[in-house]
């Protein structure tokens, strides 16, 4: 027998878990451990909440679950609960799959100023993480400055335009849907620091953004290269390209729309000013170089906002004895092998990059690595030892069927047309499972 612990109950988690169901069959048995009592992680808490039919890949990750060999351990945490050392000494392979949570560093004069966000924040508030839940965004504010242009920037700059019959259908937590509902939010400004075909949005992404009910895109035709200069693009990418000339194209029809949704281009935040709060922004003018990298032009401008999120990218928080990559922001690996019997997949390998589905070959790769390595097992104890351990410190982990009642409680206290109402604090959770 096989045992194999993969901590981050996330897709890249759930992946791993159902390739060594594939691989092994019934001669492995995978724990799947978690902080939250709740699974799916970057599901539930990440995905945006008007984004259901992603979320809806949950319900493959469930299927993983209702085999025998797969556990859901939850609200356990690791490095507090049980050592990744213990975890090494009980399972013949333990595979970190904890995501990148943290934001990457805004490192610029003023980021500490209270009304500057980092998407994380943001993200986890709307999507009710327990960690987020209290975060009070200043939603007075009139102008809103989202600092990236990728897709993370695009949810954020979406979920703040929208009305509220817009988030019909949605599972938006009720605390985010009020303070929404209630905005004073006139102006958005996506700022990129270099130029239209240097975005990290996909068109899906994009396009949603032309058909907002009180929200307009605007773009500055100056800023885009000869439109023929598209065709050099890869699908996709000229995909994007194209909704943000049509953005150009429909101003006039999009015109009584009143919030509008700036993309400030080759701009570059240098500074946040504000006393007690913010209040402005110091923006160098950017161009790019050969290599398309960008450098200030020395040009500098002010624009005038009192929220400023920032969605530049995440990083993997590192994990005490783990060897990893600072420059990078992930565990230090060799195609996801760490140490021997330690591993890492999805964002905690590669970094914060890739769709949902790219999580899918990645957690195969470590499955097939671990089988190179591992044979038939080292006659480790597995989850009877970890369970040994719960019950000498007492740990209570939340089992699958624990998590099922709570999704039962979350799907009844609803409001009308949404899928679940999310509990927001980890008490709550425990006790929904009765
Ligand atoms: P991302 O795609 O890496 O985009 C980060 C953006 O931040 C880039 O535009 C980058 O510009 C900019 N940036 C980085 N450092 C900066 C700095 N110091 N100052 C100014 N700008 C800076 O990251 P993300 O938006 O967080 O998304 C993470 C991953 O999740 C991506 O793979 C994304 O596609 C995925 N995701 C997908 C969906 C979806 O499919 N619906 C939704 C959300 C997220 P440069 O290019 O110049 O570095």
Redesign the pocket.
Same mark, same amino acid.
């Given at each position: 027998m096989r045992h194999i612990a993969i901590i981050g109950s996330g897709p890249a988690g759930y992946y791993s878990a159902e390739a060594a169901q594939k691989k092994f069959g019934e001669d492995v048995a995978v724990d799947i451990i978690d902080r939250l009592p709740v699974p799916f992680g970057l599901i539930r808490t990440? #995905? *945006?909440p008007d984004?259901q039919s992603?979320k809806a890949v949950s319900r493959r990750y469930e299927k993983t679950n209702l085999g025998d060999n797969v556990r859901f351990v939850g609200n356990v945490t690791v490095g507090e609960d049980v050592s990744v050392a213990e975890l090494q000494d009980l399972y013949d392979a333990v595979v970190l799959a904890t995501g990148a949570p943290d934001d990457?560093d +805004?490192?610029?004069p003023g980021s500490d100023l209270p009304g500057v966000i980092g998407?994380a924040a943001f993200v986890g508030w709307y999507n009710g993480h327990p960690d987020f839940r209290d975060l009070d965004p200043p939603l007075d504010a009139k102008s809103v400055a989202i600092?990236? %242009?990728? %897709? #993370?920037? +695009?949810?954020v700059a979406r979920i703040l335009a929208k009305t509220e019959a817009e988030f019909a259908g949605s599972d938006i937590v009720g605390h985010a849907l009020d303070g929404l509902t209630k905005s004073k939010i006139r102006k958005i400004t996506l +700022? $990129?620091?270099?130029g239209p075909h240097?975005? *990290? !949005?996909?068109p899906?992404?994009l396009g949603e953004l032309g058909h907002l009910h009180r929200a307009r895109p605007i773009v500055d035709p100056l800023d885009f290269p000869e439109e023929c200069d598209d065709a050099m693009l890869e699908p996709g990418m000229r995909k994007s390209v194209t909704h943000l000339r049509s953005f150009y194209e429909r101003a006039g029809e999009l015109l009584d729309k009143p919030i509008q949704i700036d993309f400030d281009f080759f701009a !570059? =935040?240098v500074e946040i000013h504000g006393d007690g709060r913010v209040e402005k922004l110091v923006i160098e003018r950017t161009d790019l170089d050969a290599d398309m990298? /960008?450098n200030g032009t020395g040009e500098y401008y002010e624009l005038d906002c009192q929220m400023v999120i /920032?969605?530049? $990218?995440?990083r993997t928080p590192p994990i005490e004895g783990v060897p990893y990559e600072h420059g990078r922001g992930r565990f230090a690996n060799t195609d996801g092998r760490i140490l021997p019997g330690l591993y890492c997949v999805g964002?905690a390998r590669r970094g =914060?990059?890739?769709?949902?589905g790219?999580n899918k070959p990645d957690g195969f790769a470590i499955v097939d690595a671990i089988a190179e390595d591992i044979g038939s097992g080292n006659g480790k104890e597995g989850r009877a030892g970890l369970d040994r351990l719960f019950d000498a410190r007492g740990v209570e982990a939340v089992t699958f069927r624990d998590w099922k009642k709570i999704e039962e409680a979350e799907i009844a206290r609803a409001r009308d047309g949404s899928p679940r109402e999310k509990f927001t604090d980890i008490a709550d959770m425990i006790a929904a499972r009765g």
């Open positions: 990440g #995905v *945006a984004h992603i990457r +805004l490192d610029i998407s600092i990236g %242009n990728g %897709n #993370v920037a +695009l949810d +700022l $990129g620091r270099r240097q975005i *990290a !949005m996909t899906k992404e !570059m =935040p990298r /960008s /920032s969605c530049i $990218g995440y964002w =914060p990059s890739g769709t949902i790219t």
